[in-house]
């Protein structure tokens, strides 16, 4: 089992470009949470998403920023026009349906730094 | 709003020593509180979950309270040990997610 896999794990944009997060959860696992980590600071939700469908999006800024997690393929993070603020890094988990509150896998993250 | 706050921002112990973490909540009755370790580049790993209805859990060298009373969790980790040196974030859940705190960066010295 792989584990939570994201990619790519370092990812550089100028700004004003486009970033897109990649995130494949655990097998069995369909429920999926993006959080963003800025340095020295806490993890902070951003969205929560079951197949084809976004559960909670109350953590998520409402312009520039999408996700999606499609019936097939892995759950995508996009950022829109990228700013300097937007740098940090990007973690994904997730959790199988029958105990979604007993404990996350997260991935490894993937670290945006805007230029 | 919902707010996590975590004893200290470093906590340095001699190996062999107990590590007491604090966790405090506030504006939330959680139903579960959650521990994680990281470590620098990489992403949170599960250690414990502690229900609103147990007041302890163990698992190995670590423990974990939870006092609903004073809206507070105590993550032990006893006979420390260099290799436990990494940051510890606790979480409770709100809503369908869960909100983590700032984190405490315990440094284990031998």
């Known amino acids: 089992n792989a584990g939570v896999m994201q990619n790519p794990r370092h990812l550089v944009r100028r700004r004003g470009q486009e970033a897109r997060l990649r995130c494949s959860p655990m097998?069995?696992?369909?429920?999926v949470y993006w959080y963003r980590q800025l340095p020295e600071e806490g993890l902070k939700f951003m969205v929560y998403?079951?197949?084809?469908?976004?559960?909670?999006e109350s953590g998520m800024p409402k312009e520039r920023f999408s996700a999606e997690f499609p019936k097939e393929g892995p759950s995508i993070l996009r950022i829109q026009q990228v700013v300097r603020g937007d740098s940090a890094a990007y973690f994904c988990?997730?959790?199988?349906?029958?105990?979604?509150?007993?404990?996350?896998?997260f991935g490894s993250g993937t670290r945006l730094t805007v230029v | 709003s919902q707010k996590i706050e975590q004893n200290s921002e470093a906590l340095n112990i001699q190996e062999g020593k107990t590590a007491t973490l604090t966790c405090n909540y506030t504006?939330?009755?959680?139903?579960?509180l959650q521990w994680y370790r990281q470590d620098p580049g990489r992403g949170p790993v599960f250690l414990l979950l502690?229900?609103?209805?147990?007041k302890e859990k163990r698992k190995e060298r670590l423990k974990v309270t939870f006092d609903t009373t004073l809206k507070q969790s105590l993550f032990h980790i006893t006979a420390s040990q260099p290799a436990d040196s990494a940051t510890y974030l606790c979480?409770?859940?709100?809503?369908?997610?869960?909100?983590f705190g700032p984190g405490t960066r315990l440094s284990v010295l031998p």
């Open positions: 988990a997730s959790s199988p349906p029958e105990t979604p509150n007993y404990g996350y896998t």
């Open positions: 097998k069995g696992h369909s429920h």
């Open positions: 998403l079951q197949k084809e469908n976004i559960i909670d």
């Open positions: 504006n939330y009755s959680p139903a579960y």
């Open positions: 502690i229900r609103e209805n147990e």
């Open positions: 979480a409770h859940n709100y809503g369908q997610n869960f909100v």
